[in-house]
């Protein structure tokens, strides 16, 4: 049989993108199942995203993940879309399959999962989400179409958090209620599962934490954090304190990393690798 030279090509379009550390973590996997892809950190600029797009079906890339600027205008340029990434209204995975151009996003999935993979469901339970941002409307709807049977959205810029639960309302059938943080929170005593979906505490700035009453947390809660770098927040530290069970932001990354490898590979992801590598590229 003649040999194959050509590689598949995937990779991450962003701005700025070069501490993305998504590539180190996708081409250990695809080493380590032995597969001929390889993953590409590229820097498109803010109005670049058309032609980079079309360079991407011109070159036949297998797929590419998309961050700041681009997952939402990112739509314009797609063929069709996952449900979840058409109510998110972003996406941060697209697949190319023949020609055509398909969209998921992956960050609340792979929040999913990395509960899972800690015995943990959403379904029938009652979610609290501090921030309205991308990674807390992903997860929010995520939660919503598994079944949560309410969702709070906490959040300091009140249009952010009302529009959100417009969407939650509208789009999905779990309650869902906002709550202005003006000062510090308290955790209804019904929580189920509390997640940090802002960026407090994300490296440099490990020293700070979301402005919550701690003592509000108890036992029954599970408190999970989105801040991968470093992963042992000081929320989750103060979670720790009080009993609860915590799953922190590194299971995440992971989980949607490998989302997205299944989807570009059609193979199971090696998680531990993935894991693994992600540690050692943070020093933990
Ligand atoms: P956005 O900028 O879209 O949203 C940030 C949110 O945090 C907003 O709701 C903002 O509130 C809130 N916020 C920021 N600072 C404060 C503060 N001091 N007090 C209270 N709220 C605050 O960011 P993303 O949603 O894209 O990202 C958020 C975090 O999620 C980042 O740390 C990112 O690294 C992480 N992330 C992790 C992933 C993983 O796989 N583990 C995947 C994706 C993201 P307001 O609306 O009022 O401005």
Known sequence: MAKNYRAELTGVFGCPVEENPTGVMEEAAFAAKGLDYRYLTIRVEPGALQAAMEGMRAMNMRGINLTIPHKVEVLKYLDGLSPAAEIIGAVNTVINNGGRLWGENTDGKGFLTSLQ????????????????????????????????????????????????????????????????????????????????????????????????????????????????????????????????????????????????????????????????????????
């Open 117 to 284: 993979n800690e015995g943990v469901s959403v379904t029938g339970k009652r979610v609290v989400i501090l921030g309205a941002g991308g990674a807390a409307r992903a997860i929010s709807v995520e939660c919503a179409l598994a079944g949560a049977e309410k969702v709070t959205i906490v959040n300091v810029t009140r249009e952010r958090g009302e529009a959100l639960v417009k969407l939650l309302q509208e789009k999905t059938s779990a309650k869902a209620e906002f709550v202005l943080w003006d000062r510090p929170f308290s955790v209804p005593a019904d929580t189920d599962i509390l997640v940090n979906a802002t960026s407090v505490g994300l490296y440099p700035n490990v020293n700070e934490k979301p402005d919550i009453n701690y003592d509000t947390i108890a036992k029954h809660m599970v408190v999970t954090d989105v801040v991968f770098n470093d992963p042992h927040t000081l929320f989750l530290q103060e979670a720790e304190q009080r009993g609860a069970k915590t799953v922190n932001g590194l299971g995440m990354l992971v989980c949607q990393g490998a989302l997205n490898f299944t989807l570009w590979t059609g193979e199971e992801a090696p998680l531990e690798v993935m894991e693994e590598t992600l540690k050692q590229e943070f020093g933990l």
